[in-house]
């Protein structure tokens, strides 16, 4: 159980591209997403989280308008990387985490491999 | 400032030879410690959590244990397929919108050869 699918898993695309990252959660319900980017040999950099029905949240130094958040539906968030540059290249991870389970663990996608020629 | 650190960035054993991954922690309000495991271009894969001080949790080869200051994940007897990159991780109460969101350390790479 608590499986997160996220698409696609690399993307490499031209300067100035938006592109769409999907996170699905494929058999739980999830009120709350998160979004991380993770360079290599690095760990895990919190972006925002992403609220069923509401704005997301974004972290200090996080360009709302750079990367959009969508969460239409308990199992769908998606994050956009509008007019993409080389320096967005990097490795976003998304999590979910359980409906009314605040101390449940995060389950993570697979991550998606973002490459900006 | 909530601070999670791992050590030792990197960690290298024979097949058999067990050993401990440390994380500690200098959190206000720790309402969990959560153990992952991360193999190469892949998402973080949920181990552990462990809510208080002298709890302890096992699956398979590893356990891990939390104290106020710091958790460890001791791995027994690795096998080569042990190897990846532990991540611990904490969630604090910081109330309002934190939505309980985590912080993680920088992870340990552990190499297991055969």
């Known amino acids: 159980g608590a499986v997160v699918s996220q698409h696609p898993s690399r993307v490499i695309c031209k300067s100035g591209t938006s592109v769409k990252i999907e996170c699905r959660s494929l058999d739980f319900q999830a009120t709350t997403m998160f979004w991380y980017r993770q360079f290599p040999k690095q760990s895990l950099m919190l972006m925002a989280t992403s609220n069923e029905g509401s704005k997301a949240t974004y972290e200090q130094g996080v360009e709302k308008d750079k990367f959009l958040i969508n969460h239409a539906s308990l199992t769908l968030s998606t994050l956009t990387v509008t007019s993409a540059h080389p320096e967005d290249s990097s490795f976003y991870i998304c999590s979910a985490r359980e409906l009314d389970s605040s101390n449940q663990p995060q389950h993570f996608g697979d991550g998606t491999r973002l490459s900006i020629l | 400032e909530d601070q999670v650190t791992q050590s030792p960035e990197a960690l290298r054993l024979q097949e058999g030879e067990s050993s401990s991954l440390n994380c500690s922690y200098t959190?206000?309000?720790?309402?969990?410690l959560f153990w992952y495991r991360q193999d190469p271009g892949k998402g973080p894969e949920f181990l552990f959590t462990l809510y208080s001080a002298g709890e302890e949790k096992e699956k398979e080869r590893l356990k891990a244990t939390l104290t106020k200051k710091e958790s460890f994940l001791h791995i027994t007897a690795p096998k080569p397929e042990d190897s990846a990159t532990y991540l611990c991780?904490?969630?604090?109460?910081?109330?309002?919108?934190?939505?309980?969101?985590?912080?993680f350390g920088q992870g340990t790479i552990l190499t297991v050869h055969p």
């Open positions: 959190v206000s309000g720790l309402r969990g």
């Open positions: 991780a904490v969630r604090v109460d910081a109330g309002g919108t934190s939505y309980g969101k985590l912080t």
